[in-house]
């Protein structure tokens, strides 16, 4: 099975911390993606790695940056936490690929006061 | 631009019966249309997958369904059960780029005993 591992379930973290969220994936995937999800607005992408060293913006990118220095990891960074990042975050990988199935993490609470 | 849309936002079922959730979409150039169910603070487990050239995906009691040219699909839960009880979404991937998916709002369905 398709594991894909956030080892972070719960933060709390005050307004201008740095915040690290790392995800690792086990099925040797190329694709790895960062999402938010909050109500009403539902699942949003921040930014996706299709390889090492590789990323490219999604819908919502400002305020985050990310880090993909091995195939299997995959961190998200808040370099200034504000109130309006409070979310859900959700990493998720796939093969390269149109026609593959994502699989995802169980998910990181962020709460920034 | 994709828009996925799941309605109704919420649907209550007495258990036993056999349901449809709609999922619906705007743009029919899609590589494949993807159902999750999402337990309350969890992340998404992907149930089926359905590619551009397949009419129907089944496992176990759900059958996914897709008509790429009227932009719709339906999930089918058969005798439905208290444990089916969750949010279902719905997402597409076509040639939008940076192979992400676009996410419905979610229908959240409650089953009951």
């Known amino acids: 099975d398709v594991k894909v591992t956030q080892s972070s379930r719960y933060l709390v973290k005050r307004t201008g911390e740095k915040v690290f969220l790392e995800c690792v994936q086990d099925m040797d995937h190329e694709n790895m993606f960062w999402y938010r999800q909050d109500p009403g607005l539902g699942l949003r992408l921040i930014y996706f790695s299709y390889d090492v060293k590789m990323k490219e913006k999604g819908d919502i990118p400002e305020g985050y940056s990310v880090s993909r220095e091995k195939k299997e990891r995959f961190s998200l960074i808040l370099e200034s936490a504000s109130t309006n990042q409070t979310s859900m975050y959700l990493c998720?990988?796939?093969?390269?690929?149109?026609?593959?199935?994502?699989?995802f993490g169980e998910g990181s609470w962020l709460t920034v006061v | 631009k994709q828009e996925v849309t799941q309605i109704p936002a919420a649907l209550s079922v007495p258990e036993g019966e056999n349901l449809v959730l709609n999922c619906s979409f705007t743009d029919s150039a899609i590589y494949n249309l993807q159902w999750f169910r999402q337990d309350p603070g969890k992340g998404l487990t992907s149930l089926l997958l359905?590619?551009?050239?397949?009419r129907e995906q089944t496992s176990g009691r759900l059958n996914a369904s897709l008509d790429k040219s009227s932009g719709r699909s339906t999930l089918y839960i058969a005798a439905s059960q208290p444990g089916d009880s969750a949010t279902y979404l719905c997402?597409?991937?076509?040639?939008?780029?940076?192979?992400?998916?676009?996410f419905g709002q979610g229908t959240r369905l409650t089953i009951n005993p």
């Open positions: 359905i590619q551009s050239s397949q």
């Open positions: 997402a597409v991937k076509g040639p939008q780029g940076a192979q992400k998916l676009v």
């Open positions: 998720a990988s796939s093969l390269q690929g149109e026609r593959n199935t994502i699989y």
